[in-house]
């Protein structure tokens, strides 16, 4: 069964109160009167309600949790609940004998009509609940849970003058949203101050020490089997990396070269020497005039016939033969006229008479040499270099120093166009596939190198320690491959400096302020200055944890 809720304002007389009830539409109305509200703090006027209530065949509950007023409302028999979520119930009340046994049954009317009244009669059993019932009021004011249909309006309904009452109704919603809203600013702030106070505080001690730098230059060799190195004797672990790319450059051809037609021509031979007859071979040298010719096929020779003198004197009886040539190099210097020629080779008497030679010409033009190719293998090495050394030193892993100096280019096979000796209209071109590779030495290794090294030039400085052992910056150059056995020269710059301790520098600084601080470590032995960076803005003593103290060291 649905209820209504009428609030009871403080300035409400019995009347107001009644007509509210009256307004209802719902058949049981809860009443929650404010504190200390006198129209119902009176045995008449809660009788008056009652009756009124059940002429208007109406349930009247009193929402309250005032004990002063139960004993009224069991007198009007009004149930009483203390929340609209309890159960109501008729408050019970005690019954006092009289001097003939007979129960003496209080009246309303003699029940006290005033606050004044009442706080007289019911000050011994109310003196001590006044700050409770304060408190249990506002608890049940703040407990009243209300469907959207169950909420009454606070209009002039109830009102005889059609005015709003002076007192609202609370809107606990918003009191509930407000309330969540400053508790959970709250729990930010407190997160805040944890982390401010316990977690943010950070403090970096710098300390400026007097160091030493030391140039180091040590020769080392390498070895690419891991059984056979040594980092503190010098020998090194490398590993071989590689990459090969297809590539090729232009150039400009430098040589020349003179082309043309080579001369041709006949040669008679006559045979004065040998009765027999005999082949010439191809490719025979004939010369004259310092030219040479060259037979282009064999020739046959016929055998003399008469006298070898007779022949000789005056041809008569010689054996003949026709053999065909070309000059041996182009040009208009071949063409020569009919004259004699000798031929190697060819011995006694046999005489050649060539024909005139012509077609011979020449012309120079711009040519591939050997120059220039050789030029062009350099051009093409160095074109990819500085990429190749990067993308190789991407591929080396980090726990690898590249070793620069050991960069080598090898060129697979070039092919120039045009080819060497060959006529260039234009631009030539060698194209190649070319194969660079490089070393690297284990990172780890060389570092223990280092420090070796190091410790045993400070075997006789108790004081001093090794602030920087140089690998981050250490290089290799010289770098030699003889036939495998490989070496180079270890570079870098290290320093040492006064031996202070990290962990009691941390010690002596725990929440301390930055004078204090200062003071404290300038005292040492071979520091310069202290420095202290606080963090956040707001710390100004050093936090009392190991993790939240940096401890820097910085040469002068």
């Given at each position: 069964?649905?209820?209504?809720?009428?609030?009871?304002?403080?300035?409400?007389?019995?009347t107001d109160i009644i007509g509210k009830v009256k307004a209802s539409k719902e058949a049981i109305v809860a009443i929650v009167p404010p504190k200390r509200v006198g129209a119902l703090q009176s045995a008449v006027n809660l009788k008056l309600l009652a009756k009124s209530a059940k002429s208007e065949e109406k349930q009247v509950v009193l929402i309250t949790g005032n004990r002063a007023i139960e004993p009224l409302a069991a007198v009007a028999k009004i149930p009483v609940a203390r929340t609209l979520q309890t159960k109501p119930e008729i408050p019970e009340i005690s019954a006092l004998e009289d001097d003939n046994g007979e129960i003496d049954v209080i009246e309303g009317e003699k029940v006290p009509v005033g606050v004044g009244e009442l706080d007289e009669a019911v000050k011994a059993t109310a003196k001590d609940d006044d700050s409770a019932e304060d408190d249990m009021d506002d608890q049940l004011l703040s407990s009243i849970a209300l469907d959207d249909d169950d909420r009454p309006e606070r209009s002039s309904r109830g009102r005889k003058d059609g005015k709003k009452s002076k007192g609202g109704v609370p809107n606990f919603d918003k009191f509930r949203k407000k309330l969540l809203i400053g508790i959970g600013i709250g729990v930010l702030v407190i997160g805040f101050l944890v982390w401010a106070i316990?977690?943010?505080?950070?403090?970096?001690?710098?300390?400026?020490?007097?160091?030493?730098?030391?140039?180091?230059?040590?020769?080392?060799?390498?070895?690419?089997?891991?059984?056979?190195?040594?980092?503190?004797?010098?020998?090194?672990?490398?590993?071989?990396?590689q990459l090969s790319k297809k590539s090729e450059v232009e150039f400009d051809p430098t040589g020349s070269k003179k082309i043309g037609e080579k001369a041709k021509g006949t040669l008679t031979v006559s045979n004065c020497d040998d009765t027999n007859s005999f082949n010439i071979a191809a490719g025979t040298k004939?010369?004259?005039?310092?030219?040479?010719?060259?037979?282009?096929?064999?020739?046959?020779?016929?055998?003399?016939?008469?006298?070898?003198?007779?022949?000789?004197?005056?041809?008569?009886?010689?054996?003949?033969?026709?053999?065909?040539v070309q000059a041996a190099?182009?040009?208009?210097?071949?063409?020569?006229p009919v004259q004699k020629y000798t031929a190697s080779g060819v011995s006694g008497y046999i005489y050649f008479s060539g024909s005139a030679m012509s077609g011979g010409s020449s012309r120079t033009v711009k040519a591939v040499s050997q120059d220039d190719i050789n030029k062009a293998k350099e051009k093409l090495s160095?074109?990819?270099d500085a990429a190749a050394k990067k993308e190789l030193a991407g591929q080396m892993s980090s726990d690898f120093i590249v070793i620069d100096s050991s960069m080598k280019v090898d060129l697979k096979d070039p092919v120039s166009t045009p080819a060497v000796d060959q006529e260039a209209s234009g631009k030539a071109k060698l194209s190649a596939e070319t194969i660079y590779t490089v070393y690297g030495a284990d990172r780890s290794q060389v570092k223990e190198f280092l420090i070796a090294k190091l410790s045993d030039g400070l075997n006789d400085k108790e004081e001093q320690k090794i602030y920087s052992n140089g690998v981050d910056d250490a290089y290799f150059d010289q770098f030699v491959d003889d036939g495998g056995k490989m070496s180079a020269r270890l570079k870098t710059v290290a320093q040492i400096g006064p031996k202070i301790d990290e962990k009691h520098v941390r010690e002596v600084s725990k929440g301390k302020r930055y004078g204090e601080v200062q003071g404290e470590l300038e005292s040492i032995s071979g520091v310069e200055s202290v420095d202290i960076k606080f963090s956040p803005f707001w710390v100004s003593k050093v936090p009392g944890s190991d993790s939240k103290i940096t401890v820097e060291f910085k040469s002068k």
């Open positions: 069964m649905s209820k209504d809720v009428v609030y009871v304002d403080a300035e409400d007389d019995i316990v977690f943010a505080p950070r403090a970096t001690i710098i300390i400026k020490t007097k160091l030493s730098k030391i140039d180091v230059s040590e020769a080392v060799i390498f070895t690419t089997d891991q059984s056979q190195s040594n980092a503190k004797k010098g020998t090194i672990l490398i590993k071989k990396q004939f010369t004259s005039s310092g030219l040479v010719f060259i037979s282009t096929a064999s020739a046959s020779v016929s055998g003399m016939t008469g006298s070898a003198s007779a022949c000789q004197n005056s041809g008569t009886g010689a054996g003949t033969g026709t053999v065909s190099d182009v040009g208009e210097d071949y063409n020569l160095e074109a990819n």
